[in-house]
């Protein structure tokens, strides 16, 4: 019993460093998944979000956890991060993606029902069988090509979703970014998952820690580009992860899904060099030319 018990523990923490292990990551990466531009340069939220003033009575503290936090992340995490991004190609990098996305399935599926979301449930419920099935496990995702696409829950949500504040923002030693209420719920999800329970907590803890350098090699150039440009890191940080929080509870919906896929691509629209001679001439004012700045905008990760 106490050593089913140490190991149980040992999991959770393992599964609970997971959840916000890097605190670049914890904020920049999951932004980035969503396409959501989280703050600009000079740390203040971006127009779109409802963050009426920082809840960081804490400042302090946070900012020395921060600190070490970050020295973490740009010696030990981010040159192995490198390291991997060199070794392994984009789409393996998304197949791996992929597969750990799908294994959090039990958490998203009881936060659904949890938050009495039956629809949102059963969609979770089927892109779960079509990817295992289908998609070998979730190494691919041809769920989303019929219109099944993944939700993001988890229990932090759930009990924002039934009225819980978040409190004052938190910097957790190692853990980074989040809240009384996040950090409850983050418990409550290390123990949802079901792997640990079938796998010695040194299996699960490499299965964590691959997860968690795969993701942050997804978004080394992301998170380089806010660091440089941030006024203050710290507060873009901060303001980066309440905003996307208090969005994630209100099921805020971003216009457009970034996911990519690893067997599934989508057709680059190429130009026709021959149409403008066929096609229309243009309207009074109008050029023909991008109006824009002349570039494509990298969404802040």
């Known amino acids: ?82 390291g991997w991004d ?29 938050q009495a979301k039956p629809v949102q ?49 938190l910097v957790l030693p190692i853990l980074g970014a989040s809240n009384p209420r996040d950090t409850v719920g983050l418990a409550a999800d290390a123990a949802t998952m079901v792997h640990p329970y079938f796998l010695a907590w040194y299996v699960s803890m490499a299965i964590t820690t691959t997860n968690l350098i795969n993701t942050r090699a997804r978004y080394i150039e992301e998170i380089d580009e806010n660091r440089a440009s941030a006024l203050d890191f710290y507060a873009f940080q901060r303001n980066a992860y309440m905003a996307l929080r208090e969005n994630l509870v209100n099921d805020y919906q971003p216009t457009a899904d970034p996911q990519d896929d690893l067997y599934y691509f989508e057709d680059e629209e190429e130009s ?4 403008g001679e066929a096609g229309e001439a243009p309207a009074e004012g109008e050029t023909g030319e991008d109006p824009g700045i002349g570039g494509e905008a990298n969404a802040d990760g």
């Open 1 to 82: 019993m106490r050593s089913a018990g140490i190991r149980t523990l040992v999991t959770a923490l393992a599964l609970f460093t997971l959840a916000v292990a890097a605190p670049e990551v914890a904020a920049d990466t999951v932004a980035a998944e969503a396409e959501i531009e989280v703050a600009d340069s000079s740390g203040e939220p971006s127009e779109g979000f409802e963050i009426q003033g920082p809840n960081d009575p804490w400042e302090g503290f946070n900012r020395k956890i921060f600190w070490f936090n970050d020295k973490l992340d740009i010696y030990l995490l981010r040159p192995v991060a490198i």
């Open 86 to 114: 060199f070794v392994l190609p984009d789409l393996v990098q998304t197949g791996i993606r992929n597969i750990f996305q799908n294994v959090r399935f039990p958490i998203i599926f009881l936060n659904d029902l949890l």
């Open 121 to 169: 449930a059963g969609q979770d419920l089927g892109r779960f069988v079509v990817n295992t099935t289908v998609g070998i496990g979730g190494l691919w995702d041809p769920a989303k090509r019929i219109g099944l696409r993944g939700n993001n829950e988890d229990f932090g949500q759930t009990l924002g979703y039934w009225g819980v504040p978040p409190g004052p923002y």
């Open 272 to 275: 026709d060099p021959a149409a």
